[in-house]
Each structure stands twice: as structure tokens, then as C-alpha cells.
């Protein structure tokens, strides 16, 4: 069966940086538009990065532009979100999609807390 599983997620202070990992299994990985979204309490979920099924495209929200960068391993079967500078506003849910024309699917997510 599918399975997003993503890890990384933690606290951490003002200023510093997390990398998010995001397993997938059960599907052609190197066939799906991968993506980072991200929801904070009593928010609406929020598109946080997107990369191309060869790696060599991204897009980013304002919001993680020059601070997030997005990344994928199609060996590994594994997409990547280097955080650095956070914010508090950084903090949410942070949540791995794949997406194709064969299907849609989402992790359980990772909680990311940027606090002092």
C-alpha cells in the first residue's frame, strides 16, 4: 500500500534549521510531483515547496523562498525539506504529497516548533 512517512520535525529556537525527510512507498515515486505543505493551528493548509518528478524543477511559497529548499532522492524513494532561519511563524504541521494523474496521497505529518 501507499505510505508517506514523514520525520524530522522537532523543536527548535529562532534562527536555526531542521531537515524533513519524507519516505514513500507503494507507488512509481520517480513518476510524482512531490510537495511540502504545511498547516498552523487554526489555518488553512498551505503549499510550502513542489518539486518535479526529475528533480530539476522547484517552486516555492514567498514565505520559503531563500530560506527553504526542497530537494528528492529517486533511489531513495525519499524527498527532503532543508529548513534554515526559521521562524516562529515557521511553526505548523508540515506534510509530504505526491501527486500524479494516478493519484494523490499525503503523509500523517511532522510537527515543526520554532520557539525560544
Known amino acids: 500500500q501507499v505510505q508517506l512517512v514523514e520525520s524530522g520535525g522537532g523543536l527548535v529556537q529562532p534562527g536555526g534549521s531542521l531537515r524533513l525527510s519524507c519516505a514513500a512507498s507503494g507507488f512509481t515515486f520517480s513518476s510524482y510531483i512531490m510537495s511540502w505543505y504545511r498547516q498552523a493551528p487554526g489555518k488553512e493548509r498551505e503549499l510550502v515547496a513542489t518539486i518535479n518528478p526529475a528533480g530539476g524543477s522547484t517552486r516555492y511559497a514567498e514565505s520559503a523562498k531563500g530560506r527553504f529548499t526542497i530537494s528528492r532522492d529517486n533511489f531513495k524513494n525519499t524527498v527532503y525539506l532543508q529548513m534554515n532561519s526559521l521562524k516562529p511563524e515557521d511553526t505548523a504541521v508540515y506534510y509530504c504529497?505526491?501527486?500524479?494523474?494516478?493519484?494523490?496521497?499525503w503523509g500523517q505529518g511532522t510537527q515543526v516548533t520554532v520557539s525560544s
Open positions: 504529497n505526491a501527486w500524479s494523474v494516478m493519484g494523490n496521497y
